[in-house]
């Protein structure tokens, strides 16, 4: 972050390495995150054209997750599979930022530990209160 006489203007950030099977970034896609007020970082880097989930609804995603040092953790992209899964069913920071994607479309979310797994991680992956970071492509949106 930048302070510039009492305003906080955020820097830009590379995109990140998209694994194989993932769809493109939007040429117009957002250089810097935006923070909620949760403190969840999220930028769209690509602009889908159907609704965005709410909190009700069932979704179904490819996703590529990593923490800080670059490790990958879980990803359907390696899989092969997409998951379905109830919007209420995730980390906190999931339920909140899927929410800014429209269905076709690719984020990427900054969930702090809070928001995440918390203080108890998840044995042999995420290390305790870990930042998460993750791309999504929201596939489909069921009621």
């Given at each position: 972050m930048l302070f510039l006489s009492g305003v906080t203007r955020a820097e830009d950030v590379p995109f990140p390495k998209l694994p194989p099977g993932a769809g493109e970034i939007d040429k117009s896609a957002?250089?810097?995150?935006t923070t909620t007020e949760s403190g969840l970082k999220y930028r769209i880097l690509r602009k889908g054209s159907g609704p965005k989930p709410t909190t009700q609804n069932r979704v179904e995603v490819n996703y590529h997750g990593w923490l800080f040092n670059g490790r990958v953790f879980d990803s359907s992209y390696v899989t092969g599979k997409p998951v379905t899964f109830g919007m209420f069913q995730v980390v906190k920071g999931w339920t909140e930022g899927l929410q800014y994607v429209n269905k076709g479309g690719m984020i990427e979310l900054e969930i702090p530990g809070y928001l995440g797994y918390g203080l108890q991680g998840r044995e042999g992956s995420i290390p305790p209160n870990a930042t998460l970071h993750f791309v999504v492509e929201m596939l489909?949106?069921?009621d």
């Open positions: 957002a250089k810097t995150f489909e949106i069921y």
